[in-house]
């Protein structure tokens, strides 16, 4: 499986809040996503009930077919099952790594797709010992005009390079 070196996360803060207004966004994106060429997407839904946040991945997972675009769901592994997605990314108060990769193949063999985030480089070190197929480097924050500034690139042109090599060669 190869992950692409960067991928969208579709923050659901930003959508409409009227039901038909979301779900025509929704379809409209997700087509324009998917003739882009894109082939990963993580979609994340920190505030709504469990309610909306399966209709919203129902939906894209629709617009977004199996085979065709790869979906990642934020946080949520028992919503990623039931919405058909191709993995999840966990984090810190999350389901574990392992846990998660364990839910996910049983249903998904080797289609599950497992992420987690580090943003240090304890979590670094930590992210390396468990069983993912990628680790997001962040946060990066935007304070203003060019150029970008925030932890996450600092921390990132401070030299980990070597470490996104090593990544690689696992």
């Known amino acids: 499986m190869t992950i692409p070196r960067l991928y969208p996360i579709l923050d659901a803060g930003v959508f409409p809040t009227d039901p038909d207004a979301r779900a025509t966004f929704l379809t409209q994106l997700g087509r324009e996503l998917a ?3 894109l082939t990963l997407l993580e979609y994340r839904n ?3 009930t469990d309610a909306e946040v399966f209709a919203d991945a129902r939906l894209l997972r629709a617009v977004l077919p199996v085979g065709r675009v790869r979906l990642v769901m934020g946080d949520r592994v028992d919503i990623a099952l039931a919405a058909d997605f191709d993995g999840v990314h966990v984090d810190d108060g999350d389901l574990p790594p392992s846990a998660a990769r364990l839910l996910l193949e049983s249903a998904l063999g080797s289609r599950a797709i497992v992420g ?9 070190a930590a992210a390396l010992r468990q069983p993912v197929d990628y680790i997001a480097f962040g946060p990066i924050y935007w304070n203003g005009p060019p150029p970008i500034q ?6 990132l042109a401070g030299g980990l390079a070597w470490k996104f090599r090593r990544l690689e060669s696992i």
């Open 150 to 155: 925030g932890s996450g690139l600092s921390w």
């Open 35 to 37: 003739d882009s060429g």
């Open 46 to 48: 920190k505030s709504a």
């Open 116 to 124: 987690t985030s580090a943003s240090t480089e304890a979590a670094l």
